[in-house]
């Protein structure tokens, strides 16, 4: 079942970064920035896109199926816990779906079925087959993962995985939920579970692996060696705790060491770069620049003897080129004598979609604003662009005026109007910095009480006159979200990522983290 692609078979990309990946403290997405994420997804033809989890919120219900209706070319999952009604709900979701799949799950380990769930073994065993039956009045394509597998009892494990592939399921997926194992034992358990199964051969077999001791990648590859055809991972690793296994380094690993794999993926590896820089920018989690493949150092040689050998020849310090994985593709540019079809064209070739005549208007004004401020626009600019354009519909606070003095020998001060609720608000504020103090003065008129527990800088292009893109991390009564913004000047760039975050930690409507939603 696993297909065959270039003599090979085919490695299953499952992305879970609108699901798990999501997870991430702050890293919750609206519907139209999941739309986004899911359209570059398909562009990188990525096999199966997991949207969300229907049953949290409305809001994450309305998201999976709008990725749903949207996306063509990809499968479309919901992840659903075996119960009947994140089933149900989960199928409501995926109902316009071109291909779509409920992935449904319950936990096996003595631990978690214990002091979690508070169920026995055949109790859990039973709502397996309860929950891949129901899932299969909505689909055919029914995945089933037993949550803390790598914990698990073998025995019983192999027991669940029996029951569930008779029941219907379609796609057996084997996590590491806690990140505890290592190559060598993941391996070998994946081998005995898939060799243990009397009906194993029936099914896709799976792995979803957690990065808590920076195996993720690892792992997955060591379960690929051991029969996996499919891998579960997100754009950059992120995702709960210390993140998953990164689609990019599972996809080039398996290109790069086409000697060693017995498969082969059918991503277009040019549109991961831009990929990367998509999620980083609405998610607010910059990527480090030693990052592998992505990371804007991944690529770069400071060594003499690095940079004499790759003048030499490539490979000597090379094993993959930067324009196979995207680097290549981000530096067609724009500036301020571009007309609006050549801006609307590259909007579309970015899979950015706007509603309407008047939104494109809108767009190109401001894009027009930054052309004059810089003098190339590149596809980063772009995509900061829009994003800000996203926060700034039906905002509650907004930013219409700030200016900041800041000399030597003195305190910064900084003077602020917010237009909150459509009410003008003027206040000033001295700080130990001027982005201190602007944001002193912003709370001044918000008293909020929310605090600040990250606030990161990274410039969005190269050059002098780059945009400098914020993140905040804002936290109150256990709450905590990520703000973010764009501009040419940092401290207007930090005034409005610190109000993009106030208007998120004051939204009453704003989803729930998923594992605390619903229960």
């Known amino acids: 079942m696993s297909g065959k692609e270039s003599g090979k078979d085919r490695l299953i990309i499952f992305d879970t970064t609108m699901r798990d990946g999501e997870q991430s403290p702050g890293a919750s997405m609206t519907k139209e920035e999941k739309l986004r994420i899911a359209k570059a997804l398909e562009r990188m033809r990525v096999d199966v896109i997991e949207a969300g989890f229907p049953i949290a919120s409305p809001g994450d219900f309305e998201a999976v199926q709008a990725v749903a209706e949207a996306v063509k070319d990809s499968t479309v999952c919901g992840l659903a816990r075996a119960l009947d009604k994140d089933i149900d709900r989960a199928g409501e979701a995926l109902k316009k779906a071109n291909s779509g799949r409920i992935h449904t799950f319950i936990a096996t380990s003595p631990i978690h079925m214990q002091h979690k769930l508070r169920m026995t073994p055949e109790q859990v065993l039973e709502q397996a087959v309860r929950s891949v039956k129901r899932a299969r009045q909505y689909t055919d394509d029914v995945e089933f993962s037993a949550e803390d597998a790598v914990r698990s009892e073998f025995d019983f494990l192999c027991r669940v995985f029996e029951a569930a592939i008779a029941a219907g399921a379609r796609t057996i997926n084997v996590p590491d939920t806690v990140g505890y194992s290592l190559p060598g034992l993941w391996g070998e358990r994946i081998r005995k579970l898939i060799e243990s199964v009397p009906n194993a051969d029936q099914v896709v077999w799976s792995t979803h692996c957690h990065n808590d001791l920076g195996m993720a990648v690892a792992n997955s590859l060591s379960a690929v060696l ?14 709960e705790r210390a993140g998953n296994a990164s689609l990019e380094e599972i996809v080039m690993a398996v290109k790069v060491r086409r000697d060693i794999f017995p498969c082969d993926s059918r991503i277009d590896t040019t549109q991961i770069v831009p990929t990367s820089k998509l999620v980083s920018q609405i998610t607010g989690y910059p990527v480090q620049p030693n990052k592998a493949v992505v990371g804007a150092n991944a690529f770069a040689h400071e060594s003499g003897i690095h940079q004499d050998g790759v003048l030499k020849s490539r490979e000597t310090y090379e094993i993959m080129r930067a324009q196979d994985v995207g680097w290549s593709t981000n530096k067609l540019t724009l500036g301020k004598l571009s007309g609006r079809n ?67 020998g003195t305190q910064p001060e900084a003077q602020v109007t917010l237009s909150v609720d459509g009410e003008e608000c003027r206040a000033q ?48 009564g256990g709450r905590i979200v990520n703000g973010q913004g764009a501009d040419t000047d940092i401290v207007i760039a930090s005034a409005k990522a610190y109000i993009n975050g106030l208007n998120k930690i004051l939204d009453a409507s704003q989803r729930q983290h998923p594992q605390r939603a619903a229960l």
């Open 429 to 476: 504020a001295t700080g130990g910095g001027p982005v201190d103090a602007a944001f002193k003065a912003i709370e001044s008129v918000m008293q909020s009480g929310a605090q600040l527990q990250l606030y990161s800088v990274n410039n969005i292009t190269s050059g002098t006159d780059s945009q400098g893109e914020v993140t905040v991390r804002l936290e109150k």
């Open 226 to 239: 051991s029969g996996v055809r499919q891998v579960e991972c997100t754009i950059n690793g992120l995702g």
């Open 342 to 408: 050549a801006f609307r064209a590259r909007l579309q070739e970015l899979g950015i979609q706007l509603d309407g005549e008047e939104a494109l208007n809108a767009a190109f004004a401001r894009f027009k604003e930054l052309a004059d401020k810089k003098s190339e626009i590149f596809d980063e600019d772009l995509q900061a662009l829009v994003s800000e354009a996203h926060q700034g519909e039906n905002e509650y606070i907004k930013l219409a005026y700030l200016r900041v003095a800041s000399e030597t």
